[in-house]
Protein backbone atom coordinates (compact mmCIF):
# COMPACT_ATOMS: atom_id res chain seq x y z
CA UNK A 1 0.00 0.00 0.00
CA UNK A 2 1.20 3.20 -0.86
CA UNK A 3 -0.49 5.21 2.20
CA UNK A 4 -0.33 8.55 2.37
CA UNK A 5 1.15 10.67 -1.00
CA UNK A 6 1.70 14.12 -0.93
CA UNK A 7 2.89 15.63 -4.36
CA UNK A 8 4.88 18.07 -5.36
CA UNK A 9 7.64 16.89 -2.49
CA UNK A 10 9.33 20.59 -3.59
CA UNK A 11 8.23 23.80 -4.73
CA UNK A 12 9.56 27.38 -4.84
CA UNK A 13 6.89 30.49 -5.43
CA UNK A 14 6.99 34.10 -5.56
CA UNK A 15 5.03 36.25 -3.39
CA UNK A 16 1.40 36.40 -4.39
CA UNK A 17 1.02 33.21 -6.77
CA UNK A 18 -0.86 29.98 -5.69
CA UNK A 19 -0.97 26.97 -5.74
CA UNK A 20 -2.41 23.39 -4.76
CA UNK A 21 -0.65 21.12 -2.64
CA UNK A 22 -2.03 17.29 -3.55
CA UNK A 23 -2.64 14.60 -0.84
CA UNK A 24 -4.05 11.14 -1.37
CA UNK A 25 -4.73 8.21 0.75
CA UNK A 26 -5.84 5.05 0.04
CA UNK A 27 -6.30 3.40 3.02
CA UNK A 28 -10.14 4.14 2.96
CA UNK A 29 -9.88 6.68 5.66
CA UNK A 30 -12.45 9.11 6.68
CA UNK A 31 -10.74 11.38 8.60
CA UNK A 32 -7.68 13.86 6.82
CA UNK A 33 -5.40 16.30 8.25
CA UNK A 34 -3.10 18.84 7.05
CA UNK A 35 -0.47 20.50 9.01
CA UNK A 36 2.36 22.85 9.02
CA UNK A 37 5.94 21.97 10.45
CA UNK A 38 7.84 25.18 11.24
CA UNK A 39 12.50 24.79 11.15
CA UNK A 40 12.49 22.77 14.24
CA UNK A 41 9.29 23.29 16.02
CA UNK A 42 6.29 20.84 16.39
CA UNK A 43 2.94 20.36 13.85
CA UNK A 44 0.32 22.83 14.12
CA UNK A 45 -3.40 21.78 12.25
CA UNK A 46 -4.32 23.70 9.40
CA UNK A 47 -7.69 22.26 8.29
CA UNK A 48 -9.41 18.44 9.07
CA UNK A 49 -12.11 16.66 7.16
CA UNK A 50 -14.03 14.49 8.52
CA UNK A 51 -15.40 12.72 5.17
CA UNK A 52 -16.18 13.81 1.59
CA UNK A 53 -18.08 16.93 1.82
CA UNK A 54 -17.02 17.90 5.63
CA UNK A 55 -13.99 20.33 6.22
CA UNK A 56 -13.06 22.69 9.17
CA UNK A 57 -10.54 24.87 10.49
CA UNK A 58 -7.96 23.85 12.61
CA UNK A 59 -5.27 26.02 14.78
CA UNK A 60 -3.91 28.36 11.90
CA UNK A 61 -6.17 28.29 9.01
CA UNK A 62 -6.12 31.87 7.78
CA UNK A 63 -4.47 32.00 3.95
CA UNK A 64 -5.66 28.11 3.21
CA UNK A 65 -8.42 26.92 1.78
CA UNK A 66 -9.34 23.02 1.51
CA UNK A 67 -11.98 20.70 -0.08
CA UNK A 68 -12.99 17.33 0.13
CA UNK A 69 -14.87 15.53 -2.82
CA UNK A 70 -13.43 12.40 -2.47
CA UNK A 71 -12.18 10.11 0.31
CA UNK A 72 -9.18 9.37 -1.24
CA UNK A 73 -8.16 13.42 -1.76
CA UNK A 74 -7.62 16.32 0.55
CA UNK A 75 -5.78 19.11 -1.40
CA UNK A 76 -4.92 22.73 0.42
CA UNK A 77 -4.79 25.79 -1.20
CA UNK A 78 -2.47 28.54 -0.81
CA UNK A 79 -4.21 31.71 -2.42
CA UNK A 80 -1.82 34.45 -2.69
CA UNK A 81 1.42 33.10 -1.01
CA UNK A 82 3.29 34.47 1.59
CA UNK A 83 6.67 34.55 2.98
CA UNK A 84 5.28 33.40 6.31
CA UNK A 85 3.73 30.38 4.41
CA UNK A 86 7.28 29.06 3.84
CA UNK A 87 6.88 26.05 6.28
CA UNK A 88 7.15 21.76 5.20
CA UNK A 89 3.42 20.79 4.92
CA UNK A 90 2.18 16.73 6.07
CA UNK A 91 -1.12 15.55 5.26
CA UNK A 92 -2.28 12.85 7.71
CA UNK A 93 -5.18 10.22 7.85
CA UNK A 94 -6.80 8.14 10.14
CA UNK A 95 -9.71 6.10 10.89
CA UNK A 96 -12.99 7.19 12.44
CA UNK A 97 -14.28 6.26 15.85
CA UNK A 98 -15.72 7.23 19.07
CA UNK A 99 -11.99 6.26 20.39
CA UNK A 100 -8.45 7.95 19.75
CA UNK A 101 -6.68 6.32 16.15
CA UNK A 102 -2.95 6.72 14.74
CA UNK A 103 -2.74 9.39 12.25
CA UNK A 104 -0.68 8.27 9.23
CA UNK A 105 1.33 10.94 7.69
CA UNK A 106 3.10 11.13 4.47
CA UNK A 107 6.67 12.37 3.81
CA UNK A 108 5.55 16.15 3.20
CA UNK A 109 5.87 18.61 0.86
CA UNK A 110 8.89 21.51 1.38
CA UNK A 111 7.59 25.10 0.16
CA UNK A 112 9.45 28.34 0.00
CA UNK A 113 7.99 31.31 -0.50
CA UNK A 114 10.60 34.55 -2.01
CA UNK B 1 -4.07 27.45 26.00
CA UNK B 2 -3.36 23.95 27.21
CA UNK B 3 -1.22 22.03 25.19
CA UNK B 4 1.72 18.79 24.98
CA UNK B 5 5.43 19.85 26.06
CA UNK B 6 8.55 17.95 26.09
CA UNK B 7 10.67 18.80 29.02
CA UNK B 8 14.20 18.58 26.85
CA UNK B 9 14.92 19.29 23.46
CA UNK B 10 17.64 17.04 22.98
CA UNK B 11 18.84 14.17 24.26
CA UNK B 12 22.57 12.61 23.57
CA UNK B 13 22.91 8.78 24.39
CA UNK B 14 25.44 5.82 23.67
CA UNK B 15 24.39 3.53 21.33
CA UNK B 16 23.48 0.37 23.24
CA UNK B 17 22.30 2.46 26.43
CA UNK B 18 18.49 2.85 27.08
CA UNK B 19 16.44 6.24 25.96
CA UNK B 20 14.18 7.97 28.04
CA UNK B 21 12.27 10.82 26.29
CA UNK B 22 9.72 12.96 28.35
CA UNK B 23 6.44 14.87 27.77
CA UNK B 24 3.70 16.02 30.36
CA UNK B 25 0.40 17.40 29.12
CA UNK B 26 -1.79 19.59 30.65
CA UNK B 27 -5.41 18.42 29.64
CA UNK B 28 -6.58 16.35 32.23
CA UNK B 29 -9.20 14.56 29.67
CA UNK B 30 -7.02 13.50 26.95
CA UNK B 31 -7.88 9.64 26.84
CA UNK B 32 -5.09 8.83 23.72
CA UNK B 33 -1.39 9.61 23.53
CA UNK B 34 0.50 8.78 20.75
CA UNK B 35 4.60 8.86 19.96
CA UNK B 36 6.09 9.66 16.66
CA UNK B 37 9.32 9.25 15.37
CA UNK B 38 10.51 12.18 12.75
CA UNK B 39 13.77 11.40 10.11
CA UNK B 40 14.75 14.11 8.48
CA UNK B 41 13.28 14.50 5.19
CA UNK B 42 10.26 12.59 6.25
CA UNK B 43 6.90 12.70 7.64
CA UNK B 44 6.33 11.48 11.23
CA UNK B 45 6.02 7.43 11.72
CA UNK B 46 3.69 6.21 14.48
CA UNK B 47 5.51 4.28 17.08
CA UNK B 48 3.01 3.42 19.89
CA UNK B 49 -0.04 4.78 21.27
CA UNK B 50 -1.71 4.70 24.72
CA UNK B 51 -5.28 5.04 26.11
CA UNK B 52 -6.45 6.87 29.45
CA UNK B 53 -7.23 3.57 31.10
CA UNK B 54 -3.52 2.24 30.84
CA UNK B 55 -0.79 2.83 32.80
CA UNK B 56 1.82 0.73 30.43
CA UNK B 57 2.22 -0.37 27.23
CA UNK B 58 5.23 -2.43 25.53
CA UNK B 59 5.93 -2.66 21.55
CA UNK B 60 9.18 -3.36 20.28
CA UNK B 61 12.00 -2.12 22.31
CA UNK B 62 9.86 0.68 23.31
CA UNK B 63 7.36 1.54 26.19
CA UNK B 64 5.29 3.90 26.92
CA UNK B 65 4.26 4.70 30.29
CA UNK B 66 1.42 7.04 31.35
CA UNK B 67 1.14 8.99 34.62
CA UNK B 68 -1.91 10.19 35.25
CA UNK B 69 -1.50 12.02 38.48
CA UNK B 70 0.76 14.01 37.40
CA UNK B 71 0.07 14.39 33.59
CA UNK B 72 3.01 12.72 32.51
CA UNK B 73 3.96 10.78 29.25
CA UNK B 74 7.42 9.24 28.74
CA UNK B 75 8.82 7.09 26.03
CA UNK B 76 11.40 4.34 26.59
CA UNK B 77 13.85 3.07 24.21
CA UNK B 78 15.73 -0.18 25.11
CA UNK B 79 19.49 -0.83 23.49
CA UNK B 80 19.24 2.45 21.57
CA UNK B 81 20.58 2.21 17.75
CA UNK B 82 21.86 4.50 15.73
CA UNK B 83 18.82 4.48 13.73
CA UNK B 84 16.90 5.71 16.42
CA UNK B 85 18.44 9.07 15.89
CA UNK B 86 15.53 10.96 14.76
CA UNK B 87 12.85 13.94 16.22
CA UNK B 88 10.48 12.13 18.83
CA UNK B 89 7.18 14.09 19.05
CA UNK B 90 4.06 13.15 22.05
CA UNK B 91 0.59 14.09 20.92
CA UNK B 92 -2.60 13.93 22.96
CA UNK B 93 -5.88 13.27 21.61
CA UNK B 94 -9.06 15.15 23.14
CA UNK B 95 -11.07 16.29 20.38
CA UNK B 96 -13.81 15.20 18.29
CA UNK B 97 -12.51 14.53 14.75
CA UNK B 98 -9.42 12.74 16.23
CA UNK B 99 -7.47 15.44 16.43
CA UNK B 100 -4.21 15.66 17.65
CA UNK B 101 -2.51 18.01 19.62
CA UNK B 102 1.60 18.04 19.11
CA UNK B 103 4.53 18.79 21.88
CA UNK B 104 7.38 20.47 20.29
CA UNK B 105 9.72 17.86 19.61
CA UNK B 106 13.07 15.88 21.01
CA UNK B 107 15.89 15.27 19.30
CA UNK B 108 17.87 11.55 19.66
CA UNK B 109 21.17 11.83 19.24
CA UNK B 110 22.99 7.87 18.98
CA UNK B 111 26.47 8.18 19.99
CA UNK B 112 28.71 5.23 18.25
Known amino acids: NAGVTQTPKFRILKIGQSMTLQCTQDMNHNYMYWYRQDPGMGLKLIYY???????DKGEVPNGYNVSRSTTEDFPLRLELAAPSQTSVYFC?????????????FGDGTRLSIL | GESVGLHLPTLSVQEGDNSIINCAYSNSASDYFIWYKQESGKGPQFIIDIRSNMDKRQGQRVTVLLNKTVKHLSLQIAATQPGDSAVYFC???????????FGGGTRVLVKP
Open chain 1, 92 to 104: ASSYSGPEGQPQH
Open chain 1, 49 to 55: SVGAGIT
Open chain 2, 91 to 101: AENRAAGNKLT
